[in-house]
């Protein structure tokens, strides 16, 4: 096999590879409670950011 043959597996088996690392990667975040909303509540409090005070 030349090089020009195997340069779409390997661009195919390396999108494959990633594609599995960012699945795995929204799991253990989602598992962590990384996508928790209420983080804003937690770092900001009111007054914070005076743009939305009247």
Do not use: C, N
């Not at 090089?3 to 960012?22: K, N, Q, S």
């Not at 990384?34 to 005070?53: A, H, K, L, V």
């Amino acid at each position: 096999m030349t090089g020009e043959v195997l340069i779409p597996y390997i661009w195919a088996a390396t999108g494959l590879v990633t594609l599995v690392f960012v699945v795995i990667g929204i799991y253990w975040a989602h598992k962590h409670g990384q996508f928790d909303e209420d983080i804003s509540r937690q770092i900001f409090t009111e007054g914070d950011d005076e743009r939305f005070e009247k």
